[in-house]
């Protein structure tokens, strides 16, 4: 008996000794060459379309605020994370024969990130400055625009490689003053403004969202906060 397993082991043995070693197709191969290994910090999903916003109401004309939020050439001597901003297109002359800014070039920069991107811009006097761009498009009525036509979609921007969509959009509108009854006499002296920022945005890659998450909350505060003092600098008398 014993004899009989020795020798049905030694078989067994010799077998396994003689069977060739698996070995991957040439086409399995290439396969597994062309199947990118997922990187850990690299999520599978898309970045989603964010929100952020903040108002102010400041003791100044809106006439004046407005034509400060449509300097968009300044920006980057007093927005936050704003390198550079040019001007890069002027819009045709208005019903008043006044020029606005229709598209700029800006550079941003944080946490070791630099990025440019181009925007259309819309100028509707006195009231909006909306920056778009990506896939995004204005939510102003045409026909109150006809100094920026064409308009629409930012498609020529699609090209950016920090944002997949961005929209900004500042607006200003005279604050209810209180009646003149009750001792406030309404002169421009105490005349106040509302502004309002709201900021849509997309990155293009999910990477940005990670880096950007400690700062993006307090991204709209922090840029009207620089507007409001920026104001006082330049409107305070």
């Not at 009207?224 to 920026?230: D, G, K, N």
Request: aromatic share 8%.
């Amino acid at each position: 008996m014993e004899r009989a397993s020795s020798c049905l082991l030694s078989l067994c043995r010799s077998a396994a000794r003689r069977r060739p070693a698996a070995k991957c197709g040439p086409a399995f191969a290439a396969l597994r060459k062309s199947v990118p290994a997922r990187g850990f910090i690299t999520p599978p999903w898309e970045s989603a379309v964010q929100t952020i916003s903040a108002s102010r109401t400041l003791p100044h004309r809106t006439d004046d605020l407005y034509a400060l939020i449509a300097d968009v050439g300044s920006y980057s001597s007093f927005l936050p994370y704003c390198q550079s901003s040019t001007i890069t297109q002027w819009s045709q002359p208005d019903t008043n024969g006044k020029r606005w800014p229709s598209r700029a070039q800006l550079n941003v920069g944080w946490g070791g990130v630099e990025a440019a991107f181009s925007s259309k811009i819309y100028c509707l006097p006195g009231r909006v400055v909306e920056a778009i761009g990506g896939d995004a498009e204005t939510t102003l009525d045409l026909n109150d625009l006809p100094h920026h036509i064409p308009a629409g979609r930012a498609s020529d921007t699609a090209n950016d490689t920090m944002f997949k969509y961005l929209l900004t959009r500042w607006e200003v509108s005279p604050a209810r003053q209180p009646s003149a009854s009750a001792g406030h006499a309404n002169t421009l002296a105490n005349e106040k403004t509302e502004v309002n920022l709201v900021v849509e945005f997309q990155f293009t890659n999910p990477l940005y969202d990670m880096m950007s998450k400690a700062a993006t909350p307090k991204v709209a505060s922090m840029m009207i906060e620089a507007f409001e003092q920026r104001a006082a600098k330049l409107l305070t008398r």
